[in-house]
């Protein structure tokens, strides 16, 4: 595990974010389509182990530090989809 991987879980943990709402998968080099896999707006694959975070579009997090995530997808109406590579 990374330094940067660390960080971020300890980020969500202190958060109080349960499973329902963040994960690690690990997508291998073939990937997956954000739309099919996640539900998003915008479609793009998804190569590698990434973390993803589901959060509505005004929710505020004082430890997670949502703007240095890989990508932010658009994810239905008030959501946005968070991923981070690890």
Known sequence: M???TFNLIASINCE???NCMWSLYDLGQ?????KIAFGTD???TIKGKVIIMWAKKDDYFCWIDTASADY???CGE???LYIWSV
């Not at 073939?30 to 954000?34: M, R, T, Y």
């Open 2 to 4: 990374t330094q940067k």
């Open 72 to 74: 932010k997808l658009p």
């Open 78 to 80: 008030g959501q946005d």
């Open 16 to 18: 109080g974010i349960d």
């Open 30 to 34: 073939v990937g997956a389509s954000s």
């Open 42 to 44: 915008v479609d793009m």
